[in-house]
């Protein structure tokens, strides 16, 4: 048994140094593709935690008429929050609505000088138990003369995953097109290995070598450069992680943002070694099957 895996591990280092230029090639496609497959993985993590976060965040704003008094105020605040799907209320006076106001804008002082507290509209902030209520709220509040509109954030919230959706689609797409190509470049290394020992595979059908006995080193073979390619996609997304990821955390201008951490990119981990060694042993069976006749 010792004496088998010896040969095994010999034939399979001998492969690889025989065709260093293909199966660097080899590597690098199965490298593209995995940290592609792996970002597309992160990248839809990204999107749900921004959605979930972002999502908790969405309320409905009930902008009010000018010229509404207290009373009026009053009412229509015990019917919001009366209803079984608001989860809380907050009336925002034109004075509150004029510091928030300020605090969005405060890196543009030149809109700030020509907008008063006068000119923004009282109004209520409503979070909701679940945000997909809104339109149940609206129709509630409907005719209400007090208000002059209802809006919801959710319409932003949608376009931005939108965007980001069709990023994952695209990364997604790409991925699995570096995977094929990753697997041909596979094949053809392997076939190519077959082809130059073909002398030696007759003679060793002839004293009595199986076909697994033969075909198992260049099993091998396409498996270490899938591992090997799967490996440094993983260290890849690592990098990558701490290079761009984890300032962006640090920034105030993005640091609202939910970012994936280290345990999501250690999630990728087992799925793209997995894929890489899937792949690769796939393409070499599917290589010897067809080039190879034992």
């Known amino acids: 048994m010792g004496r088998r895996f010896g040969y095994f591990f010999r034939e399979t280092l001998t492969a690889l140094r025989r065709n260093a230029l293909v199966t660097f090639a080899a590597i690098s496609t199965v490298f593209i593709s995995l940290f592609l497959l792996g970002g597309s993985l992160l990248v839809q993590r990204q999107v749900g935690l921004m959605a979930g976060d972002w999502a908790s965040r969405v309320e409905v704003s009930v902008f009010l008429r ?27 006076s034109k004075d509150d609505a004029y510091k928030r106001f300020i605090e969005l804008f405060k890196d543009s002082p030149e809109i700030v000088e020509n907008v008063t507290a006068d000119a923004l509209p009282e109004s209520f902030r409503v979070k909701l138990k679940d945000p997909e209520q809104f339109s149940v709220i609206a ?19 949608n376009k931005l995953l939108a965007v980001t959706g069709i990023l994952r689609t695209g990364a997604m797409a790409v991925a699995a097109i ?7 470049l596979i094949g053809n290394t392997v076939r190519m290995a077959v082809f130059a020992r073909r002398r030696e595979i007759q003679i060793m059908k ?10 198992v080193p260049f099993l091998i073979e396409g498996t270490v450069q899938g591992l090997l390619g799967a490996a440094m996609a993983v260290l890849g997304l690592f990098v990558m992680k701490v290079l761009f990821i984890d300032p962006l955390r640090s920034q105030s201008l993005f640091g609202f943002i939910p970012w994936f951490g280290t345990s999501h990119v ?8 997995a894929t890489g060694v899937v792949i690769a042993a796939a393409a070499s069976l ?9």
Do not use: C, H, Q, Y
Request: glycine share 6%; aromatic share 6%; net charge negative.
């Open 66 to 92: 000018e010229g509404v008094s207290t009373d009026e105020i009053t009412a229509l605040g015990d019917k919001i929050t009366a209803m079984p799907e608001v989860d809380a209320v907050e009336f925002e």
């Open 178 to 184: 570096m995977l094929i190509s990753a697997a041909g």
């Open 266 to 273: 250690l999630f990728t981990v087992p799925i793209l070694l």
């Open 139 to 157: 129709a509630r509040l409907s005719g209400e003369p007090a208000i002059d509109e209802v809006k919801d954030e959710r319409a932003v919230l």
């Open 206 to 215: 002839l004293v009595g070598a199986t076909n697994w006995f033969i075909r």
């Open 286 to 294: 599917l290589a010897m099957r067809r080039f190879l006749e034992v």
